[in-house]
């Protein structure tokens, strides 16, 4: 079973860069099973897609947060992380790392699923001076 | 820009039915969205309960379904219990490579 951890600070200032790490076990970041995902959830508010990374390193942003984001992997310690720079009062949320599965239907001749199979915790960061 | 919608809010009894909705601001959910279904529980990591439009997550029980109702993806309680009250959300993925969630709906059970 594939579990996640997230890691990082937990208070940044405005106008600098969030930057967190998710850690997964019981998988490999370069299987090509999961897009390793981040996801945010803002006080009071709803959950938000950031974006994710593949097993190949391609990437994939929210486009209201492109500008900002930056995900990456790095294979030899099994984790992936998020960078958001320039971060205001806004950018304070949960964070969730999560691996989007997919998975390919012999019925159907197509990849299928895309669904966020398993999930971090959870981190509270915080933008504040 | 995308907007998926679902209910702000909704009530049901305990042992009742109640059926969430997941629309699009402009078109048909189809299958072709791969909708999926998570709950949200504060203090805990968020559940996966539907993908697919209708598999059931490893674990969840049989009185969570999901499906296509008309122009929007559905996710369906039967039997409503007291720890059923969370916060949940849909998602679906674009042929873009984007996933895009719902706002959310809050179920009440009483």
């Known amino acids: 079973q594939v ?24 998988d490999s970041v370069s299987s090509g099973s999961y897009y390793w995902s981040w996801i945010r959830q803002t006080p009071g508010k709803g959950l938000e897609w950031i974006g994710y990374i593949s097993y190949s390193g391609s990437t ?27 971060v205001t009062a806004a950018d304070t949320a949960m964070y969730y790392c999560a691996g989007q599965h997919y998975y390919y239907d012999s019925t159907a001749y197509n990849y299928v699923g895309y669904y ?9 960061v915080t933008v504040s001076s | ?25 402009s078109g048909s959910v189809s299958t072709r969205y791969y909708p999926s279904w998570y709950q949200l529980t504060p203090g805990q990591a968020p559940r996966t309960l539907i993908y697919n439009t209708n598999t059931r997550s490893s674990g969840v029980p049989d009185r969570f379904s999901g499906s296509i109702l008309g122009n929007k993806a559905a996710l369906t309680i039967t039997g409503a219990q007291a720890d059923d009250e969370s916060d949940y959300y849909c998602v679906l993925y674009m042929s873009s490579g984007i996933s895009v969630f719902g706002g959310g709906t809050k179920l009440i059970v009483l």
């Open chain 1, 3 to 26: 579990q996640l951890q997230e890691s990082g600070p937990g208070l940044v200032k405005p106008s600098e860069t969030l930057s967190l790490t998710c850690s997964v076990s019981g």
């Open chain 1, 60 to 86: 994939k942003y929210n486009p209201s947060l492109k500008s900002r984001v930056t995900i990456s992997v790095d294979t030899s310690k099994n984790h992936f992380s998020l960078k958001l720079s320039s």
């Open chain 1, 116 to 124: 966020f199979d398993c999930w971090g915790l959870g981190t509270l």
């Open chain 2, 1 to 25: 820009q995308t907007v998926v919608t679902q209910e702000p809010s909704f009530s049901v009894s305990p042992g009742g039915t109640v059926t969430l909705t997941c629309g699009l601001s």
